[in-house]
């Protein structure tokens, strides 16, 4: 049986209050052998967990959790819908506690890392010095790909070395939350990837459901889906 994924998914509103999710996304599950199962903002962890053996939080806008209370939205601010909002938090403390392997991709990634105790940059262009692109400059352009540097130290994945990732965020971490290990950075000292609980939790800072051939990325969702094909095991 193959290992059933779920995904939270976005919030818009266009006319009318509208659950998406880019197709990329469970492109990525079903690619690499496994259900995806799309759950909407409104269903509780505690309901479906049972029936899950894996989770991907998605990227997207900013959270409003991860401002500093007192001050203004960075610039380039722009917020995910309060429902998405509240539902991805309650799925992220969730997670944190359950025995699901994790997958965080760009800005499911920074939501771990808030809610687990660390800090994020609110806009990097105006945080950090870097000539770096790290987001595509006009909607509809090709997203920018850098080189960082992975470290390492998780089971069945490329040695240390140099790798090219794409990039879409002018967001990121800053600090890791107490018990998270870092395991990429590109040259300007953003944090690409991060694991903790023993990595049963993944996070990565690119978007490897844009990237099918990208090496690194498929890598350690291959990992993580080996992961959640153990747990799915272990239920029969």
């Given at each position: ?173 800053k600090e890791l939350a107490p018990g998270w290990q870092l395991l990429a950075q ?51």
């Open positions: 049986m193959k290992p059933r994924i779920g995904l939270n998914c976005d919030i818009k509103h266009s006319g009318r209050l509208r659950s998406r999710i880019a197709v990329t996304y469970h492109e990525l599950v079903s690619r690499h052998g496994a259900t995806p199962l799309v759950i909407p903002p409104g269903v509780a962890p505690q309901e479906v967990a049972p029936i899950l053996d894996g989770v991907v939080l998605i990227g997207g806008y900013d959270y409003r959790c991860g401002l500093i209370e007192g001050e203004a939205e960075p610039e380039r601010f722009v917020a995910v819908h309060p429902r998405r909002e509240q539902a991805d938090l309650l799925w992220a403390n969730f997670l944190l506690k359950s025995n699901l392997p994790v997958f965080g991709i760009c800005g499911g990634f920074q939501l771990l890392n808030i809610v687990s105790g660390g800090t994020i940059y609110g806009d990097l262009e105006s945080e950090v010095d870097s000539t770096i692109a790290h987001r595509a400059q006009q909607p509809g352009e090709e997203l920018p790909n850098h080189e960082i540097s992975w470290f390492g130290g998780l089971p069945a994945v490329p040695e240390p070395g140099l790798y090219q990732v794409n990039s879409s965020h002018h967001q990121s971490i590109s040259k300007d000292g953003i944090i690409e990837a991060a694991h903790a609980m023993e990595c049963r939790i993944v996070g990565v800072q690119w978007h490897p459901e844009e990237a099918p051939e990208e090496p690194l990325g498929n890598k350690l969702f291959q990992g993580f889906i080996h992961s959640c094909r153990d747990l799915a095991a272990r239920r029969i």
